[in-house]
């Protein structure tokens, strides 16, 4: 139980956990089917939960691809991602990381706005939310 009490967790992480225990699969079904049933497990949850405590920093591709790696179905990841961060947040999301990120790049680099495009694909915004931050963050003389 004391797994379950720092925070969510997956379906998948359960039967991980019980697997790694030595328990055997009928007993894992059975523990899932009871977790289930007291509300402890929930990957619809667990995946809104996570979408809320990331969303400042991650765009909503790492986000989906995290949920995934946790073993979330990918429609109830694309459910909680879409729900949690609209297209709007999300832009406003990448201006302020933008912000913060150019701070930290001398004003004199020629590539600075290439580096910040490369950090926020890697911190999961798409092409287009990139694009804006960039027009936004770097206007047209």
Known sequence: MRFFSFRDRTEKEAREKLKKKGISEETIEAAIGWLKGEGLLNDESFARQWVEGRKERYGRIRLYKELLQ???KADVAKDAVTQVL?????LDKAIALGRRRLDSVPGDDPRRREKLASFLL????????VEKALRFLFPSP
């Open 86 to 90: 609209d297209e709007e947040e999300e």
């Open 70 to 72: 946790k073993g979330v």
């Open 122 to 129: 890697r911190r999961g915004f798409s092409w287009e939310i």
